[in-house]
């Protein structure tokens, strides 16, 4: 039993060194690709490149906007046109419907009035 505890030992010593180690190996890793990575003119290169599809997009904006804003202001004014032709129209049906109601009230009171025939 002595030798199985000192084997336990053991092993639970290098894999806690291991494990450590590997840590230490991992946090290398990571702060050489970090180096890296500010020390190159990537991160430079790529902020400008980004800079400039930014303004490509917002230039493709404005002049799709403007675009739109013209289709836009041409679809109002169509609707201006048939809104007043509409109220045009309205107003033609009104006098006919009251020139209709005079004709109306005229033929009632003749067919009210005995001495009218």
Do not use: H
Request: charged share 25%; net charge negative; aromatic share 4%.
């Amino acid at each position: 039993m002595n030798l199985m505890n000192k084997l336990t030992q053991w092993g639970s010593l290098i894999g806690v060194i291991c494990a450590i180690g590997g840590g230490f190996y991992a946090w290398g890793e990571f702060n050489t690709r970090l180096s890296s990575i500010e020390s190159g003119g990537n991160v430079n290169e790529l902020k400008v490149d980004m800079v400039d599809r930014i303004s490509a997009i917002e230039d493709k904006l404005e002049a799709q906007s403007e675009s739109d804003l013209g289709s836009i202001q041409a679809d109002i004014s169509a609707i201006k046109e048939d809104l007043s032709k509409a109220l045009k129209e309205i107003e033609i049906g009104k006098k006919v419907n009251e020139l209709q109601d005079s004709k109306i009230e005229a033929v009632r009171l003749k067919t009210t009035n005995p001495l009218a025939n």
